[in-house]
């Protein structure tokens, strides 16, 4: 919930109120903006969203993450599908203010100075959520240390440990070299676990670690809300026992040990989340049960992530929308009020996203997509668990339905990490599948360097948004919510978000489980010819489908109702539902206060007559 005030009565992002953030967000990674590359991708996309919504909501928030000054990767493909990578450099200094702090913190036997570079998330209402962004290249580290902020998820393990160690203990020093006491500590992913062992220091003022005790323990737990992503053993940070004690030293080594955040005899990331946090949640009903399973001694709760309606629908729905029910903007909820709107209006924004796609399909490639043909959208990190060639599975069928159904386009697009070679081989099949199959009325394209602004051309442009994870890998996924806002149906495999979200031919389609690859293959390839093309060939009908998309599923998955359930049931689970959406009014109140906001106050008096 936001309290209205005026985009011209901005407040000065310099004078905000630190004191007064009362949740801090940690992340490895942020979508920031388009401009910066300080994420990989769906956490990093989904971290940018929720402080967006956080914004636009008024909420009392700050976040820490990593400067990344080399970004992660820019993805080169040659003519075979082979990718190749060079770094993304960008220089913060002449982009941000400096956050005018250095914080020093203990690690591979020195002292490490850490700045910070401040970027402010600014809402539709002027309200700053701002994001410290931690940087080692300080003068007087070493030359190692100077470059522990420049790679996201590069180098090797000992490279990664160093980095979630000035994400964990360097926030929490910043935070309070910054004057920010927070009541809630938010870990998204459990790259920032090592945080616990930064507020358990503080709390003993400099007396040993080894003093400490389970009652400290669960004073830091109260304070700290962890958040897993992944049921997928590989998206767990572990390292070696004589990693931890090199980095973090034999004092924090050893309560980590006693404390039981050792699993399998590595230092594992999560289980030392799981250790310091009194509240856990999965990010969809089915992730959560996953986890559940997974770490049997926890309790494991449910939230599902959503996406920043305004960051991702198309510009002729937006305008749609601001004409027809511009409440959207503050209250996601009158998506719902879609069906006060013509699905022929509807269906036109579409078209127009579709156009604007294909437009940039041909300037990247040469080639002319027909914006009348049924059109399909692959797009995600790579790797082998999503399974971007299952849609390829049975050339000759798809040629045939091809055929039969007036022809067919498909888009792919995703980056695999430099080090999958196997991800990296099923974006080689994929054009070697596109090559095969280009004689057969099937128009198959990759396209480079998949990234925010791709991402958001394909969600508003293909017609139909295929996933085909292997069960149960996908914890969430959200680039189908990004489509369904934009009245793109999902063709989708039963896991993670699409469990709640599919309403079988209203919002989009299941893809049958089977005992095999072929099994789901063969119940894609039946949706498709069976039930997607005929509706496809009925606009009338198609439209109302898109209308379903943004009203049943646009309505519930975005970040203004994720972060709406964070604070009911994570960061403030003692209040009542009345007690807590206040609290955004309050810093409103105390900012208007401060700053004799009478604009504000007028715009905000129009808003609730």
């Given at each position: 919930?936001?309290?209205?005030?005026?985009?011209?009565?901005?407040?000065?992002?310099?004078?905000?109120?630190?004191?007064?953030?009362?949740?801090a967000?940690?992340?490895?990674?942020?979508a920031?903006s388009?401009?910066?590359?300080?994420?990989?991708?769906?956490l990093?996309?989904?971290a940018?969203?929720t402080?967006?919504?956080?914004?636009?909501?008024?909420?009392?928030?700050?976040?820490v993450?990593?400067?990344?000054?080399?970004?992660?990767?820019?993805?080169?493909?040659?003519?075979?599908?082979?990718?190749?990578e060079?770094?993304?450099?960008?220089?913060?200094?002449?982009?941000?203010?400096?956050?005018?702090?250095?914080?020093?913190?203990?690690?591979?036997?020195?002292?490490?100075?850490?700045?910070?570079?401040?970027?402010?998330?600014?809402?539709?209402?002027?309200?700053?959520?701002?994001?410290?962004?931690?940087?080692?290249?300080?003068?007087?580290?070493?030359?190692?240390?100077?470059?522990?902020?420049?790679?996201?998820y590069?180098g090797?393990?000992?490279?990664?440990?160093c980095?979630?160690t000035?994400?964990g203990?360097?926030?929490?020093?910043?935070?309070r070299?910054?004057?920010?006491?927070?009541?809630?500590?938010?870990?998204?992913?459990?790259?920032?676990?090592?945080?616990?062992?930064?507020?358990?220091?503080?709390?003993?003022?400099?007396?040993p670690?080894?003093?400490?005790?389970?009652?400290?323990?669960?004073?830091?737990?109260?304070c700290?809300?962890?958040?897993?992503?992944?049921?997928?053993?590989?998206?767990?940070?572990q390292?070696?026992?004589?990693?931890?004690?090199?980095?973090?030293?034999?004092?924090?080594?050893?309560?980590?040990?006693?404390f039981?955040?050792?699993?399998?005899?590595l230092?594992?990331?999560?289980?030392?989340?799981?250790?310091?946090?009194?509240?856990?949640?999965?990010?969809?009903m089915?992730?959560?049960?996953?986890?559940?399973q997974m770490?049997?001694?926890?309790?494991?709760?449910?939230?599902?992530?959503?996406?920043?309606a305004?960051?991702?629908?198309?510009?002729?729905?937006?305008?749609?929308?601001?004409?027809?029910?511009?409440?959207?903007?503050?209250?996601?909820?009158?998506?719902?009020?879609?069906?006060?709107?013509?699905?022929?209006?509807?269906?036109?924004?579409?078209e127009?996203g579709?156009?604007?796609?294909?437009?940039?399909?041909?300037?990247?490639?040469?080639?002319q997509?027909?914006?009348?043909?049924?059109?399909l959208g692959?797009?995600?990190?790579?790797?082998?668990?999503?399974?971007?060639?299952?849609?390829?599975?049975?050339?000759?069928?798809?040629?045939?339905?091809?055929?039969?159904?007036?022809?067919?386009?498909?888009?792919?697009?995703?980056?695999?990490?430099?080090?999958?070679?196997?991800?990296?081989?099923?974006?080689?099949?994929?054009?070697?599948?596109?090559?095969?199959?280009?004689?057969?009325?099937?128009?198959i394209?990759y396209?480079?360097?998949?990234?925010?602004?791709?991402?958001?051309?394909?969600?508003?442009?293909?017609?139909?948004?295929?996933?085909?994870?292997?069960?149960?890998?996908?914890?969430?996924?959200?680039?189908?919510?990004?489509?369904?806002?934009?009245?793109?149906?999902?063709?989708?495999v039963?896991d993670?978000?699409?469990i709640?979200?599919?309403?079988?031919?209203?919002?989009?389609w299941?893809?049958?489980?089977?005992?095999?690859?072929?099994?789901?293959?063969?119940?894609?390839?039946?949706?498709?010819?069976?039930?997607?093309?005929?509706?496809?060939?009925?606009?009338?009908?198609w439209?109302?489908?898109?209308?379903?998309?943004?009203?049943?599923?646009?309505?519930?998955?975005?970040?203004?109702?994720?972060?709406?359930?964070?604070?009911?049931?994570?960061?403030f689970?003692?209040?009542?539902?009345?007690?807590?959406?206040?609290?955004?009014?309050?810093?409103?109140?105390?900012?208007?206060?401060?700053?004799?906001?009478r604009?504000?106050d007028?715009?905000?008096?129009?808003?609730?007559?």
């Open positions: 919930m936001s309290f209205p005030t005026s985009p011209s009565s901005a407040p000065d992002v310099a004078s905000v109120d630190l004191a007064a953030r009362r949740i967000y940690f992340s490895m990674e942020i920031l388009s401009a910066l590359p300080t994420y990989s991708g769906g990093g996309m989904l940018g969203d402080l967006r919504s956080a914004a636009d909501t008024a909420a009392p928030m700050v976040a993450s990593l400067v990344h000054r080399r970004g992660y990767f820019r993805q080169n493909l040659d003519a075979a599908g082979n990718q190749t060079s770094d993304q450099p960008w220089s913060p200094e002449t982009m941000f203010p400096s956050a005018q702090q250095v914080v020093r913190i203990a690690m591979q036997g020195r002292e490490v100075s850490v700045c910070a570079w401040r970027f402010d998330v600014m809402g539709a209402a002027g309200h700053v959520i701002p994001v410290f962004l931690l940087d080692t290249d300080v003068e007087g580290n070493n030359s190692y240390d100077r470059h522990l902020t420049d790679y996201l590069g090797d393990t000992y490279y990664r440990l980095q979630e000035v994400l203990l360097g926030g929490v020093a910043l935070l070299a910054l004057g920010v006491e927070p009541e809630v500590y938010h870990m998204n992913e459990g790259h920032a676990a090592l945080l616990g062992v930064g507020l358990l220091e503080e709390r003993l003022a400099g007396s670690l080894e003093q400490a005790t389970e009652e400290d323990v669960a004073a830091i737990a109260k700290c809300v962890f958040t897993t992503h992944t049921p997928v053993p590989a998206g767990h940070d390292f070696g026992v004589d990693q931890m004690y090199a980095v973090l030293g034999q004092e924090r080594g050893n309560v980590i040990e006693r039981g955040c050792l699993h399998n005899g230092l594992n990331m999560t289980y030392l989340a799981l250790r310091f946090s009194r509240y856990v949640n999965g990010v969809s089915q992730h959560g049960k996953v986890s559940q770490f049997p001694d926890y309790h494991v709760h449910s939230i599902t992530n959503g996406v920043h305004a960051t991702w629908l198309s510009r002729p729905l937006q305008a749609l929308l601001d004409a027809e029910i511009p409440a959207w903007r503050h209250d996601n909820n009158y998506f719902r009020s879609i069906y006060g709107i013509p699905p022929a209006k509807i269906a036109n924004c579409h127009l579709k156009q604007r796609l294909f437009e940039e399909v041909a300037r990247r490639s040469g080639q997509f027909n914006p009348k043909m049924l059109t692959f797009a995600r990190r790579v790797a082998t668990y999503k399974r971007a060639s299952l849609l390829l599975h049975d050339p000759k069928r798809l040629a045939r339905l091809a055929k039969k159904i007036g022809g067919l386009q498909i888009l792919f697009a995703g980056k695999a990490h430099p080090a999958d070679i196997a991800g990296k081989g099923l974006i080689r099949d994929v054009f070697e599948s596109a090559a095969s199959l280009q004689a057969s009325g099937i128009r394209l396209l480079e360097n998949y990234d925010w602004e791709l991402a958001a051309l394909l969600t508003q442009g293909v017609d139909v948004w295929v996933n085909t994870p292997r069960r149960p890998y996908e914890a969430s996924g959200t680039s189908g919510m990004k489509a369904a806002l934009n009245g793109v149906p999902s063709l989708s039963l993670g978000w699409w709640e979200g599919c309403a079988e031919d209203l919002t989009g299941a893809i049958d489980d089977a005992e095999d690859e072929e099994g789901e293959a063969s119940s894609l390839y039946d949706k498709l010819e069976n039930k997607i093309a005929p509706l496809y060939a009925r606009p009338n009908a439209a109302r489908m898109q209308q379903h998309c943004i009203g049943i599923n646009g309505t519930f998955f975005n970040t203004h109702r994720m972060l709406g359930q964070y604070f009911l049931n994570a960061y689970p003692q209040m009542s539902e009345e007690e807590a959406i206040p609290i955004a009014v309050d810093l409103y109140a105390k900012e208007r206060r401060s700053g004799g906001r604009a504000a007028k715009e905000a008096s129009k808003a609730l007559v």
